[in-house]
Protein backbone atom coordinates (compact mmCIF):
# COMPACT_ATOMS: atom_id res chain seq x y z
CA UNK A 1 0.00 0.00 0.00
CA UNK A 2 1.37 3.54 -0.99
CA UNK A 3 2.21 5.50 2.29
CA UNK A 4 0.87 8.81 1.79
CA UNK A 5 2.48 11.33 3.17
CA UNK A 6 0.34 13.43 6.98
CA UNK A 7 -2.00 15.43 4.75
CA UNK A 8 -2.00 17.98 7.68
CA UNK A 9 0.74 19.78 7.29
CA UNK A 10 1.20 23.42 5.62
CA UNK A 11 1.33 25.53 2.61
CA UNK A 12 4.25 26.10 0.15
CA UNK A 13 4.69 28.64 -1.94
CA UNK A 14 7.37 28.47 -4.77
CA UNK A 15 7.15 31.06 -7.58
CA UNK A 16 7.55 28.81 -10.64
CA UNK A 17 4.22 26.55 -9.10
CA UNK A 18 2.35 29.38 -7.56
CA UNK A 19 -0.61 27.92 -9.17
CA UNK A 20 0.33 24.42 -7.92
CA UNK A 21 0.98 24.56 -4.36
CA UNK A 22 -1.55 23.13 -1.59
CA UNK A 23 -2.50 23.16 1.58
CA UNK A 24 -2.43 21.02 4.60
CA UNK A 25 -2.92 20.46 8.27
CA UNK A 26 -0.95 19.44 11.14
CA UNK A 27 -2.07 16.34 13.07
CA UNK A 28 -1.68 16.21 16.80
CA UNK A 29 1.62 14.65 18.23
CA UNK A 30 1.02 11.66 19.61
CA UNK A 31 1.10 11.78 23.66
CA UNK A 32 2.62 8.88 26.38
CA UNK A 33 -0.03 6.43 27.08
CA UNK A 34 -0.62 2.91 26.59
CA UNK A 35 1.76 0.60 24.46
CA UNK A 36 0.09 -1.17 21.56
CA UNK A 37 1.15 -4.90 21.44
CA UNK A 38 3.86 -5.74 19.48
CA UNK A 39 5.08 -9.92 18.59
CA UNK A 40 7.21 -10.05 21.49
CA UNK A 41 5.84 -7.99 24.04
CA UNK A 42 4.40 -9.50 27.92
CA UNK A 43 1.41 -8.68 29.63
CA UNK A 44 1.42 -6.82 33.26
CA UNK A 45 -2.01 -7.25 34.79
CA UNK A 46 -4.06 -7.73 37.88
CA UNK A 47 -5.76 -5.56 40.70
CA UNK A 48 -5.09 -1.92 41.42
CA UNK A 49 -7.05 -0.13 44.43
CA UNK A 50 -6.98 3.07 46.44
CA UNK A 51 -6.58 1.81 50.07
CA UNK A 52 -8.80 4.18 52.90
CA UNK A 53 -10.25 6.15 50.84
CA UNK A 54 -13.32 8.23 52.33
CA UNK A 55 -17.00 7.42 51.33
CA UNK A 56 -17.75 8.77 47.95
CA UNK A 57 -14.44 8.76 46.66
CA UNK A 58 -13.99 9.59 43.00
CA UNK A 59 -10.95 9.62 40.61
CA UNK A 60 -8.58 7.77 37.94
CA UNK A 61 -6.93 4.97 39.58
CA UNK A 62 -4.73 3.20 37.29
CA UNK A 63 -1.17 1.73 36.79
CA UNK A 64 2.31 3.22 35.36
CA UNK A 65 5.33 1.76 33.95
CA UNK A 66 8.94 3.38 33.87
CA UNK A 67 11.74 1.25 32.42
CA UNK A 68 13.85 -0.28 35.33
CA UNK A 69 16.92 1.97 35.65
CA UNK A 70 18.39 0.90 39.27
CA UNK A 71 17.00 2.10 42.44
CA UNK A 72 13.30 3.39 42.79
CA UNK A 73 12.87 6.59 41.51
CA UNK A 74 10.12 9.16 40.28
CA UNK A 75 8.31 8.83 37.11
CA UNK A 76 9.86 9.02 33.55
CA UNK A 77 9.11 11.51 31.27
CA UNK A 78 7.25 9.94 29.12
CA UNK A 79 5.65 6.58 31.04
CA UNK A 80 3.70 4.05 29.85
CA UNK A 81 -0.19 3.51 31.37
CA UNK A 82 -3.46 2.05 31.54
CA UNK A 83 -6.33 3.40 34.16
CA UNK A 84 -8.01 0.58 35.36
CA UNK A 85 -11.69 -1.02 34.51
CA UNK A 86 -14.52 -2.80 36.05
CA UNK A 87 -13.69 -4.02 39.76
CA UNK A 88 -10.05 -2.59 39.55
CA UNK A 89 -8.72 -5.03 36.95
CA UNK A 90 -6.04 -3.65 34.45
CA UNK A 91 -3.92 -4.98 31.87
CA UNK A 92 -0.57 -3.29 30.69
CA UNK A 93 1.20 -4.16 27.30
CA UNK A 94 4.82 -3.78 28.16
CA UNK A 95 8.09 -4.86 26.04
CA UNK A 96 9.97 -7.35 27.66
CA UNK A 97 12.68 -6.26 30.03
CA UNK A 98 12.74 -4.72 33.60
CA UNK A 99 10.01 -2.10 34.92
CA UNK A 100 9.10 -0.23 37.85
CA UNK A 101 5.59 -0.03 38.65
CA UNK A 102 3.69 2.53 40.36
CA UNK A 103 -0.06 2.51 40.90
CA UNK A 104 -1.18 6.32 40.95
CA UNK A 105 -4.46 7.93 41.45
CA UNK A 106 -6.22 11.10 40.42
CA UNK A 107 -8.32 14.09 41.67
CA UNK A 108 -9.87 16.84 40.47
CA UNK A 109 -9.46 18.34 36.37
CA UNK A 110 -5.93 20.13 37.45
CA UNK A 111 -3.76 17.08 37.23
CA UNK A 112 -1.29 15.88 39.49
CA UNK A 113 -0.73 12.23 40.74
CA UNK A 114 -0.79 10.10 43.89
CA UNK A 115 1.64 7.43 43.81
CA UNK A 116 2.08 4.52 45.64
CA UNK A 117 5.09 2.44 46.59
CA UNK A 118 7.16 1.13 43.17
CA UNK A 119 7.74 -2.64 42.29
CA UNK A 120 10.20 -3.63 40.27
CA UNK A 121 9.21 -6.53 37.59
CA UNK A 122 10.66 -8.14 34.63
CA UNK A 123 8.63 -9.05 31.84
CA UNK A 124 9.27 -12.10 30.04
CA UNK A 125 9.17 -11.77 25.78
CA UNK A 126 5.17 -13.32 25.17
CA UNK A 127 5.08 -13.93 29.08
CA UNK A 128 2.24 -13.01 31.26
CA UNK A 129 2.63 -11.51 34.62
CA UNK A 130 -0.25 -11.05 37.52
CA UNK A 131 0.35 -7.96 39.79
CA UNK A 132 -2.19 -6.86 42.46
CA UNK A 133 -0.98 -3.78 43.42
CA UNK A 134 -2.52 -0.87 45.83
CA UNK A 135 -2.11 2.86 46.78
CA UNK A 136 -2.90 4.62 50.12
CA UNK A 137 -4.96 7.35 49.90
CA UNK A 138 -3.68 10.85 51.30
CA UNK A 139 -5.39 13.76 52.81
CA UNK A 140 -4.98 16.22 50.28
CA UNK A 141 -2.68 19.84 50.36
CA UNK A 142 -3.90 23.20 48.89
CA UNK A 143 -1.90 25.93 47.89
CA UNK A 144 -3.51 28.95 46.72
CA UNK A 145 -2.63 33.02 45.88
CA UNK A 146 -2.38 35.00 43.65
CA UNK A 147 -0.49 35.22 40.21
CA UNK A 148 0.64 37.90 37.79
CA UNK A 149 2.76 39.33 35.07
CA UNK A 150 5.08 42.60 35.81
CA UNK A 151 6.48 44.51 32.80
CA UNK A 152 3.61 43.99 30.47
CA UNK A 153 3.44 46.45 27.41
CA UNK A 154 0.64 48.56 27.07
CA UNK A 155 0.03 47.13 23.57
CA UNK A 156 0.22 43.54 25.01
CA UNK A 157 -2.94 41.50 26.30
CA UNK A 158 -2.29 38.58 28.84
CA UNK A 159 -5.29 36.68 28.13
CA UNK A 160 -4.36 34.01 30.46
CA UNK A 161 -2.55 32.86 33.69
CA UNK A 162 -1.65 29.54 34.73
CA UNK A 163 0.28 28.23 38.21
CA UNK A 164 1.59 24.99 37.74
CA UNK A 165 2.91 22.93 40.83
CA UNK A 166 5.16 20.24 40.42
CA UNK A 167 7.22 17.86 42.91
CA UNK A 168 10.60 18.42 44.04
CA UNK A 169 11.77 15.77 42.38
CA UNK A 170 10.16 16.13 39.16
CA UNK A 171 10.50 19.99 38.24
CA UNK A 172 9.05 21.58 35.00
CA UNK A 173 11.94 20.57 31.97
CA UNK A 174 11.90 22.60 28.75
CA UNK A 175 9.34 24.56 29.50
CA UNK A 176 6.64 21.76 29.74
CA UNK A 177 5.63 20.08 33.22
CA UNK A 178 5.70 16.57 34.10
CA UNK A 179 3.24 14.01 34.69
CA UNK A 180 2.76 14.46 38.22
CA UNK A 181 2.43 18.44 38.54
CA UNK A 182 -1.27 20.02 38.72
CA UNK A 183 -2.02 22.82 37.25
CA UNK A 184 -4.76 25.61 37.39
CA UNK A 185 -5.39 27.50 34.60
CA UNK A 186 -6.63 31.63 35.08
CA UNK A 187 -9.32 33.01 32.74
CA UNK A 188 -9.98 36.85 34.13
CA UNK A 189 -8.73 36.33 37.23
CA UNK A 190 -5.36 36.50 38.90
CA UNK A 191 -6.16 34.03 41.91
CA UNK A 192 -5.36 30.23 41.91
CA UNK A 193 -6.34 27.36 44.34
CA UNK A 194 -4.50 24.09 43.75
CA UNK A 195 -6.33 21.49 46.56
CA UNK A 196 -4.94 18.15 44.86
CA UNK A 197 -1.64 18.40 46.01
CA UNK A 198 0.44 15.89 48.65
CA UNK A 199 2.46 16.78 51.52
CA UNK A 200 5.64 17.76 51.04
CA UNK A 201 7.86 20.73 49.15
CA UNK A 202 6.26 21.80 45.45
CA UNK A 203 7.71 23.69 42.89
CA UNK A 204 5.36 26.25 41.60
CA UNK A 205 5.99 27.85 38.11
CA UNK A 206 4.03 30.91 36.61
CA UNK A 207 2.67 30.86 32.86
CA UNK A 208 1.29 32.82 30.92
CA UNK A 209 -0.21 33.18 27.30
CA UNK A 210 -0.62 36.02 25.01
CA UNK A 211 -1.16 36.35 21.00
CA UNK A 212 2.38 35.92 20.41
CA UNK A 213 2.22 32.50 22.66
CA UNK A 214 2.83 31.05 25.70
CA UNK A 215 5.58 31.13 28.75
CA UNK A 216 6.37 29.31 31.87
CA UNK A 217 8.56 30.70 33.89
CA UNK A 218 11.43 28.72 34.50
CA UNK A 219 12.24 30.18 38.20
CA UNK A 220 10.12 28.79 40.31
CA UNK A 221 8.79 29.19 44.10
CA UNK A 222 9.05 26.84 46.63
CA UNK A 223 6.69 25.73 48.93
CA UNK A 224 6.35 22.98 51.89
CA UNK A 225 3.00 21.72 52.21
CA UNK A 226 1.77 19.83 55.50
CA UNK A 227 -0.80 16.92 55.33
CA UNK A 228 -4.57 18.27 54.73
CA UNK A 229 -3.21 21.83 55.61
CA UNK A 230 -3.28 24.82 52.91
CA UNK A 231 -0.46 27.31 52.30
CA UNK A 232 -0.30 30.76 50.56
CA UNK A 233 1.86 31.69 48.28
CA UNK A 234 1.64 35.01 46.26
CA UNK A 235 3.29 34.39 42.73
CA UNK A 236 4.38 36.95 39.83
CA UNK A 237 7.22 36.35 36.95
CA UNK A 238 8.61 38.94 34.42
CA UNK A 239 7.34 39.36 31.09
CA UNK A 240 9.64 38.08 28.14
CA UNK A 241 9.94 39.74 24.91
CA UNK A 242 8.29 37.11 22.20
CA UNK A 243 10.57 35.72 19.14
CA UNK A 244 7.53 35.79 17.20
CA UNK A 245 5.32 38.28 15.53
CA UNK A 246 1.61 38.88 14.52
CA UNK A 247 0.13 39.21 10.86
CA UNK A 248 -3.21 39.89 10.82
CA UNK A 249 -5.56 40.75 8.36
CA UNK A 250 -8.32 39.39 5.73
CA UNK A 251 -8.27 37.22 2.46
CA UNK A 252 -10.90 38.15 -0.01
CA UNK A 253 -11.81 36.33 -3.35
CA UNK A 254 -12.25 38.94 -6.15
CA UNK A 255 -14.32 38.29 -9.15
CA UNK A 256 -16.01 35.16 -7.86
CA UNK A 257 -19.36 33.90 -9.46
CA UNK A 258 -22.95 34.37 -7.44
CA UNK A 259 -22.93 31.99 -4.32
CA UNK A 260 -19.31 31.06 -4.11
CA UNK A 261 -17.90 29.24 -1.73
CA UNK A 262 -14.45 28.23 -0.04
CA UNK A 263 -12.06 27.49 2.15
CA UNK A 264 -10.11 30.56 2.29
CA UNK A 265 -6.46 31.37 4.33
CA UNK A 266 -2.87 32.82 4.22
CA UNK A 267 0.27 31.05 4.82
CA UNK A 268 4.12 31.27 3.55
CA UNK A 269 7.42 30.31 3.96
CA UNK A 270 10.50 32.14 5.79
CA UNK A 271 12.26 34.64 2.99
CA UNK A 272 15.76 33.57 1.60
CA UNK A 273 17.29 36.09 -0.25
CA UNK A 274 14.12 37.81 -1.04
CA UNK A 275 12.89 34.86 -3.48
CA UNK A 276 10.08 32.88 -3.10
CA UNK A 277 11.11 29.61 -1.60
CA UNK A 278 9.81 26.03 -0.51
CA UNK A 279 10.37 25.06 2.64
CA UNK A 280 9.91 21.50 4.58
CA UNK A 281 7.54 23.50 7.36
CA UNK A 282 5.19 26.26 6.44
CA UNK A 283 3.29 28.00 8.36
CA UNK A 284 -0.14 28.73 7.66
CA UNK A 285 -4.16 29.46 9.26
CA UNK A 286 -7.27 29.58 7.85
CA UNK A 287 -9.52 32.59 7.56
CA UNK A 288 -12.36 33.08 9.86
CA UNK A 289 -15.71 34.79 8.95
CA UNK A 290 -15.38 37.81 6.59
CA UNK A 291 -11.75 36.36 5.60
CA UNK A 292 -10.00 37.61 8.65
CA UNK A 293 -7.05 35.54 9.45
CA UNK A 294 -4.37 36.21 12.52
CA UNK A 295 -1.04 34.47 11.62
CA UNK A 296 1.89 34.26 14.34
CA UNK A 297 5.03 33.61 12.94
CA UNK A 298 8.64 33.50 14.31
CA UNK A 299 10.47 37.07 13.48
CA UNK A 300 12.28 37.65 10.07
CA UNK A 301 11.72 38.04 6.34
CA UNK A 302 8.59 36.02 5.24
CA UNK A 303 7.09 35.32 2.03
CA UNK A 304 3.05 35.05 2.39
CA UNK A 305 0.31 34.29 0.01
CA UNK A 306 -3.60 34.67 0.39
CA UNK A 307 -5.64 31.02 -0.71
CA UNK A 308 -8.37 29.49 -1.63
CA UNK A 309 -9.50 25.89 -2.49
CA UNK A 310 -12.58 24.64 -4.04
CA UNK A 311 -12.12 20.92 -2.20
CA UNK A 312 -10.08 19.81 0.81
CA UNK A 313 -6.69 18.65 -0.38
CA UNK A 314 -8.37 19.46 -3.84
CA UNK A 315 -5.87 22.38 -5.20
CA UNK A 316 -5.44 25.61 -4.46
CA UNK A 317 -5.72 28.91 -5.66
CA UNK A 318 -2.94 31.63 -4.75
CA UNK A 319 -2.63 35.35 -4.58
CA UNK A 320 0.42 37.37 -5.59
CA UNK A 321 3.06 36.83 -3.34
CA UNK A 322 3.84 39.43 -0.41
CA UNK A 323 7.33 39.59 1.52
CA UNK A 324 7.15 41.06 4.79
CA UNK A 325 9.88 41.68 7.69
CA UNK A 326 8.82 41.33 10.97
CA UNK A 327 10.31 42.37 14.15
CA UNK A 328 10.02 40.46 17.59
CA UNK A 329 6.85 41.42 19.07
CA UNK A 330 5.62 43.42 16.32
CA UNK A 331 1.91 43.65 14.75
CA UNK A 332 1.74 43.88 10.55
CA UNK A 333 -1.44 44.28 8.78
CA UNK A 334 -1.70 42.55 5.83
CA UNK A 335 -4.82 42.49 3.52
CA UNK A 336 -4.58 39.56 0.66
CA UNK A 337 -6.51 39.42 -2.03
CA UNK A 338 -6.69 36.28 -4.08
CA UNK A 339 -8.51 36.65 -7.94
CA UNK A 340 -11.03 33.89 -9.16
CA UNK A 341 -10.11 32.15 -11.43
CA UNK A 342 -12.02 28.84 -13.06
CA UNK A 343 -11.00 25.62 -12.01
CA UNK A 344 -9.24 23.02 -14.35
CA UNK A 345 -10.46 19.87 -14.72
CA UNK A 346 -8.93 16.05 -15.93
CA UNK A 347 -10.79 13.55 -16.40
CA UNK A 348 -8.96 10.09 -17.12
CA UNK A 349 -10.13 6.39 -18.09
CA UNK A 350 -7.75 3.94 -16.50
CA UNK A 351 -6.94 0.37 -17.86
CA UNK A 352 -5.61 -2.03 -15.38
CA UNK A 353 -3.84 -4.62 -17.20
CA UNK A 354 -2.74 -8.00 -16.23
CA UNK A 355 -5.24 -8.59 -13.57
CA UNK A 356 -4.48 -12.74 -12.12
CA UNK A 357 -7.58 -14.79 -11.91
CA UNK A 358 -9.22 -14.71 -9.24
CA UNK A 359 -8.33 -10.64 -8.37
CA UNK A 360 -10.18 -8.23 -9.08
CA UNK A 361 -9.91 -4.24 -9.33
CA UNK A 362 -12.34 -2.68 -6.90
CA UNK A 363 -11.36 0.98 -7.37
CA UNK A 364 -9.70 2.94 -9.67
CA UNK A 365 -7.43 6.11 -8.19
CA UNK A 366 -5.99 9.20 -10.17
CA UNK A 367 -3.32 11.35 -8.68
CA UNK A 368 -2.50 14.94 -9.91
CA UNK A 369 0.92 16.40 -8.92
CA UNK A 370 2.42 19.95 -9.41
CA UNK A 371 5.69 19.55 -11.51
CA UNK A 372 7.97 20.45 -8.10
CA UNK A 373 6.40 17.43 -6.54
CA UNK A 374 6.29 14.13 -8.31
CA UNK A 375 5.81 10.95 -6.74
CA UNK A 376 9.11 8.92 -6.42
CA UNK A 377 7.42 5.65 -5.38
CA UNK A 378 8.16 5.82 -1.45
CA UNK A 379 5.17 8.90 -0.05
CA UNK A 380 2.96 10.69 -2.30
CA UNK A 381 3.66 14.18 -1.46
CA UNK A 382 1.35 16.26 0.60
CA UNK A 383 0.44 18.70 -2.63
CA UNK A 384 -1.06 16.07 -4.99
CA UNK A 385 -4.58 15.86 -5.64
CA UNK A 386 -6.15 12.71 -4.85
CA UNK A 387 -8.99 11.08 -6.44
CA UNK A 388 -10.92 7.32 -6.44
CA UNK A 389 -13.53 6.04 -8.99
CA UNK A 390 -15.63 2.41 -8.64
CA UNK A 391 -15.30 2.60 -12.47
CA UNK A 392 -12.49 3.04 -14.91
CA UNK A 393 -13.21 7.16 -15.42
CA UNK A 394 -11.39 8.92 -12.67
CA UNK A 395 -12.60 12.91 -12.22
CA UNK A 396 -10.35 15.98 -10.65
CA UNK A 397 -12.20 19.24 -11.19
CA UNK A 398 -11.19 21.43 -8.60
CA UNK A 399 -7.45 22.21 -9.83
CA UNK A 400 -5.66 25.52 -11.05
CA UNK A 401 -4.95 26.15 -13.95
CA UNK A 402 -0.58 24.74 -15.28
CA UNK A 403 1.25 21.67 -15.60
CA UNK A 404 0.40 18.80 -13.30
CA UNK A 405 1.97 15.17 -13.77
CA UNK A 406 -0.64 12.66 -13.53
CA UNK A 407 -0.15 8.77 -11.77
CA UNK A 408 -2.79 6.01 -12.04
CA UNK A 409 -3.63 3.82 -9.58
CA UNK A 410 -6.12 1.22 -8.58
CA UNK A 411 -7.31 -0.14 -5.30
CA UNK A 412 -7.16 -4.31 -5.77
CA UNK A 413 -9.56 -7.12 -4.32
CA UNK A 414 -6.96 -7.41 -1.15
CA UNK A 415 -7.76 -3.70 -0.07
CA UNK A 416 -4.01 -2.62 -0.87
CA UNK A 417 -3.71 0.60 -3.12
CA UNK A 418 -0.97 0.61 -5.81
CA UNK A 419 0.03 3.86 -7.54
CA UNK A 420 1.96 4.15 -10.87
CA UNK A 421 5.33 5.91 -10.77
CA UNK A 422 5.45 6.84 -14.24
CA UNK A 423 3.27 10.14 -14.54
CA UNK A 424 2.03 11.42 -17.62
CA UNK A 425 2.33 15.21 -18.22
CA UNK A 426 -0.72 17.57 -19.07
CA UNK A 427 -1.09 21.25 -19.15
CA UNK A 428 -5.04 22.00 -17.78
CA UNK A 429 -6.01 25.27 -19.02
CA UNK A 430 -8.68 27.17 -16.40
CA UNK A 431 -12.39 25.89 -16.98
CA UNK A 432 -11.52 23.59 -19.38
CA UNK A 433 -11.42 19.52 -19.58
CA UNK A 434 -8.68 17.41 -20.06
CA UNK A 435 -9.34 13.77 -21.00
CA UNK A 436 -6.51 11.63 -20.84
CA UNK A 437 -6.17 7.72 -21.65
CA UNK A 438 -4.26 6.07 -18.58
CA UNK A 439 -2.57 2.49 -17.68
CA UNK A 440 -0.92 0.46 -15.49
CA UNK A 441 0.20 -3.18 -14.67
CA UNK A 442 -1.77 -4.71 -11.58
Known amino acids: MENRADPRRGLLVAAAVVAAVLLGLVGPLAGAGPASAQPLDGQLTGNVVVHGAPAGFQGEVGVVACPSTGPPQGLCQNPQYVISGSGGSY ?69 QLQVTACPLASPV ?25 TKGTWLLYVGYYTIFGSFISPTPTTVTLKKGASAVADLSTAYQAPTEALVEGTVTITGAPAGFTATSGVGGCPAVGGSVDLCTQPEYTLSGLGGAYQLVLPAGPWNLAGFYELAFFGGQFLSPVHSVDLAP ?41 PTAFPYTGTVLPIECVSAFSPSA ?37 AGHTKQVALSLAY
Open 91 to 159: TLVLAPGAWQINTFYSVGYQGGAYLGRPRQVTIGAGATVRLNIGVHYQVPSTVSGTASVTGVPAQVTVE
Open 173 to 197: SGGYPGPLCATDYLFGTDQYSIPTL
Open 329 to 369: GSTTQLDLSVPYAKPATVTSTITVTGVPPGQSVQQTSLDAC
Open 393 to 429: TVTIATLPAGTWLLYPGFVGSSGTQVVGTTPTTVTLK
